[in-house]
């Protein structure tokens, strides 16, 4: 019996088109991070870096589509998973139900339950990795789309603990949306978890600094948040007060 060849279908973009705007304020004075090896000889294995000359906000460009990270790269998140649910963990022990933005297979959730083995975590995520993750057990409610999406937005309105997002907001077509999405799905009192890959950019409420237009902690402030991480930290947790908008 012979085995059927595959069908000659043309290979998944991996990335997006490339973007010539800053997806936070519009500005079209991008800044390419340089990369790191010759991509005509080594194709790229995720995109490179863009940085918004005038407020600073730094993104995926292009904006990554579906589709995994390199094995290194998933790797090289463990620890900042481990440290940031240790951070999470020293201000809410037992959050009952925590969702991850934006979790593809899960890697957070599978490994912060060793700091919260009673959370129910949950997972939306663009592509159907999430719906692998629920089936391993990873997460234990999993939702193909975006937050930002109105029907899930409604689903899932001030249902969570804490909301995290991991390097979420460099990888979105409005991440500033996405922001309001997260709060959106948090229970007042509820905190947020956001790690971002330059974290100049929470540094906005830092003595002696400028303010930074892009600053993510201006920004929580503004939306009634209280942002309980020093200036210095390389991740931000922020509280979400009653009367947040
Ligand atoms: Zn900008």
């Not at 978890?193 to 600053?215: K, N, S």
Request: net charge positive; hydrophobic share 40%.
């Amino acid at each position: 019996m012979s085995v059927p060849s595959a069908p000659s279908v043309p290979p998944r973009p991996v990335h997006g088109p490339h973007r010539e705007d800053c997806p936070w304020c519009g500005s079209r004075r991008l800044r390419p991070r340089p990369r790191l090896r010759d991509p005509r000889r080594h194709p790229p294995v995720r995109p490179g870096l863009d940085r918004c000359r005038d407020c600073g906000h730094a993104f995926r460009n292009p904006l990554a589509v579906a589709g995994a990270d390199h094995p290194a790269v998933r790797a090289g998140f463990r620890l900042r998973h481990v440290l940031a649910a240790r951070a999470v963990f020293r201000r809410c022990p037992e959050p009952e139900s925590w969702l991850d933005v934006g979790t593809g297979d899960a890697d957070f959730p599978h490994t912060a339950r060793r700091w919260f083995p009673y959370t129910s975590f949950d997972g939306v995520d663009p592509t159907p990795r999430v719906l692998r993750a629920r089936a391993a057990e990873r997460v234990e409610e999993a939702h193909v789309g975006r937050l930002t999406d109105p029907l899930l937005a409604a689903r899932l309105h001030a249902r969570y603990d804490v909301v995290s997002l991991f390097h979420q907001l460099e990888r979105v077509p409005d991440p500033r949306a996405e922001l309001a999405a997260a709060l959106h799905a948090l229970r007042p009192g509820g905190l947020l978890l956001l790690d971002v890959a330059d974290p100049r950019r929470l540094r906005a409420l830092a003595p002696g600094h400028t303010p930074h237009p892009a600053g993510l902690a201006t920004e929580l402030e503004e939306r009634g948040c209280t942002v309980l991480t020093a200036a210095q930290d390389p991740r931000l947790i922020a509280r979400k007060e009653a009367s947040a908008a």
